[in-house]
């Protein structure tokens, strides 16, 4: 989606080891989300940013952890990855009262083996 | 809280048929409403959203919501469904506190020739 690119696009990790996902605009947007979607659960809120280190926790937050040293980007950090954490990460952008309200990257699918 | 309720995990319509994908809410305040919808390996794209105003809202691709307050719902409708209207559709809700957005489960439509 223009304006926000989310990396990598897969990635397969083993139990135990720590993962980094990337999300980059440049809409210069404050406000920064990370989803995470499962089935039968929709979107879930990990984090979100409302910005430069200005982050806070949303109702999935153990296991992750964030940083945003920079408008621009928001890493989403799983500490030490688990099978409980396979699933496909969304960051999100925007104000609810924007025209289109959030706008979407197109996703990052994790794998723990 | 915020919560959203999609009670269909999937609808099924033959094309040209009316389409109609529930949901209800519940929020503290003003309701701020929205639907997207999420094509495969695909980021979600808005479709619209009801924050004050007309109950009836219009939106892309000849999608329309009504807002009912009574019920607490705002089913997402379309006249006559296509064949690629086939998809996976969210529903969000947020409160007037803050700019968060709380997703449903999600509906898959899905439209038969």
Same mark, same amino acid.
């Not at chain 1, 990790?13 to 499962?38: A, F, I, K, S």
């Not at chain 2, 705002?74 to 064949?83: G, M, Q």
């Not at chain 2, 086939?86 to 997703?103: I, K, P």
């Given at each position: ?43 879930? *809120?990990?984090?979100? /940013?409302?910005?430069?280190?200005? =982050? ?6 153990? #296991? !992750?952890?964030? +940083? ?7 890493? *989403?950090?799983?500490? /030490?990855?688990?099978?409980?954490? =396979? ?6 952008? #925007? !104000?609810?009262? +924007? ?15 | ?113």
């Amino acid at each position: 989606d223009a304006g926000i690119t989310q990396s990598p696009r897969h990635k397969v990790t083993e139990t135990g080891t720590p993962v980094t996902l990337r999300c980059h605009q440049t809409e210069n947007h404050r406000y920064m989300y990370w989803y995470r979607q499962d089935p039968g659960h929709g979107l879930r *809120l990990i984090h979100y /940013s409302y910005g430069v280190k200005d =982050t806070d926790k949303g109702e999935v937050s153990d #296991g !992750y952890s964030v +940083s945003r040293s920079k408008t621009e980007d928001f890493l *989403l950090t799983l500490e /030490s990855a688990t099978s409980s954490q =396979t699933s496909v990460y969304f960051c999100a952008i #925007g !104000y609810r009262e +924007s025209p289109g309200g959030y706008t979407f990257g197109s996703g990052t699918r994790l794998t723990v083996v | 809280a915020q919560s959203v309720a999609q009670p269909e995990d999937q609808v099924n319509v033959a094309e040209g048929n009316p389409l109609t994908v529930k949901c209800t809410y519940s929020v503290s305040g003003n309701p701020y409403l929205f639907w997207y919808v999420q094509y495969p390996n695909r980021g979600l794209q808005f479709l619209l959203k009801y924050i004050t105003g007309d109950n009836l809202v219009k939106g892309s691709y000849g999608f329309e919501a009504e807002f009912n307050k009574s019920q607490t719902s705002f089913h997402l409708k379309k006249p006559s469904a296509l064949v690629s209207d086939s998809a996976l559709y969210f529903c969000a809700v947020g409160d007037d506190a803050g700019n968060m957005l709380t997703f449903g489960g999600g509906t898959r439509l899905m439209v038969k020739p």
